[in-house]
């Protein structure tokens, strides 16, 4: 498929003019996942970089070794043409309510989820443009593939476009961190902030561990080891996710053995049914009305007791421990991926 077949614009490095961004400050709030990525690349790139952090933040240390200037989020806004808020997305509009007036006539404010302003959390004064550029990775892997020269794809959005320059800028940033060289796709605040949220729920992070417990119950309970069930239905998933990142379902179903392909497309269907279609249908009612916006907000508010409840609920699954015994088993790939990632930092 080509770029004019996909159903969204994608844009490459020769559809970004760096001028765009090469004579602004950027502010980088935040030196987390994205943080430290955004504000590296950039840097590199030969923007003028300051990083936001609050005087008592342990991360200021990490930013000043990296070679970057380091001020409050206040000043550092004050300074900057365009402010990029990587802190994370619960204490944003707190961040934004502080920096506010700092924000001039002209200037830019940027993230990389669309939450706070698709639910109104943030809601941006007139005069200002207000972008998103997202890359679709992890903070580490946009920092490792840019020293590669690589570069993972993003999402670029405009909300608010004050100078006409909105889009043409935030390319200019996409190309800046290294997503146009892998490709930097249009989309919505609505759109990137329902498809991550529904995406994070129902499938990867919620609907995945789910299918993983139960999956694993349905074995323990019949009389099967934890060992055993332990590694096919969670340490095998890997194998699998691989293979479909590398190639898509094809490569996968190409790769296991004719009996497990035969076995999955009749009792796939079978497990996650009709009734599973509509309770994911049931939770992308809830991302789009709002509902699990609100309940989240408001859980927040309330210090998180529900949160705190199931966090505690997940840790002590009894696949936790036989999954730590089992581990050590295999130190030597934990150590590897561990390598990896310092590598990557
Ligand atoms: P993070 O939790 O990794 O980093 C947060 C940073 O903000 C830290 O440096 C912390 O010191 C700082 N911070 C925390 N509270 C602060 C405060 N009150 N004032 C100033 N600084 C404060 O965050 P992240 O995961 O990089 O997320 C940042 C944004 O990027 C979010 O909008 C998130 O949705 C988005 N995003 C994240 C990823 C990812 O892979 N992590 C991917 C795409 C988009
Ligand atoms: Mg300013
Ligand atoms: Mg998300
Ligand atoms: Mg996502
Ligand atoms: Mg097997």
Redesign the pocket.
């Known amino acids: 498929m080509s770029d004019d077949e996909f159903t969204q614009p994608v844009y490459h490095e020769e559809d970004t003019n760096p001028d765009y961004i090469a004579d602004k400050t950027v502010a980088v ?7 430290h990525a955004h504000a590296q690349n950039l840097h590199e790139s030969g923007v003028d970089v300051v990083v936001g ?2 005087e008592d ?3 200021r240390a990490a930013a000043k070794e990296d070679g970057l200037r380091v001020a409050t ?1 206040v000043e550092a806004a004050a300074e900057a043409d365009v402010v990029s808020v ?4 619960t ?2 509009p ?2 934004y309510a502080a920096i506010e007036d700092e924000l001039e006539a002209g200037n830019t404010l940027q ?3 669309g939450f706070n302003i698709h639910y109104g959390q943030i809601e941006p004064k007139d005069g200002i443009d207000v972008t998103m550029v ?2 679709k ?3 580490h892997i946009v920092r490792r593939t840019y020293e590669s020269g690589e570069g993972t794809p993003g999402l670029v959005a405009v909300y608010q476009d004050e100078t006409g320059e909105a889009k043409e800028e935030a390319l200019a940033y996409a190309s800046a961190i290294g997503c146009a060289r892998a490709g930097v796709i249009q989309t919505s605040f609505k759109e990137e902030t329902e498809t991550d949220l529904f995406g994070e729920q129902a499938v990867l992070c919620g609907g995945v561990t789910s299918l993983v417990k139960q999956g694993y119950e349905v074995l323990v309970d019949a009389g099967y080891s934890p060992e055993m069930a332990y590694f096919e239905v969670l340490n095998e998933l890997k194998l699998i996710v691989d293979l479909m990142y590398e190639g898509g379902l094809g490569e996968m179903w190409d790769s296991v053995s004719d009996t497990a392909e035969f076995g999955g497309l009749t009792r796939g269907d079978v497990v996650v049914d009709e009734g599973a279609r509509e309770n994911m249908e049931e939770v992308l009612e809830q991302v789009q009305n709002g509902e699990f916006a609100q309940e989240w907000i408001t859980e927040n508010q309330a210090n998180r007791p529900r949160f705190n409840q199931l966090h505690e609920r997940e840790r002590n699954h009894e696949i936790e421990e036989v999954g730590e015994r089992l581990r050590e088993l295999f130190e030597w790939a934990e150590e590897e991926t561990e390598d990896e990632q310092e590598r990557a930092e």
């Open positions: 709030l935040g030196y987390g996942s994205q943080g952090l609050r933040s342990a991360s989020p990587l802190v994370p997305d204490v944003q707190a961040v993230f990389a989820h997202a890359p990775s992890p903070g």
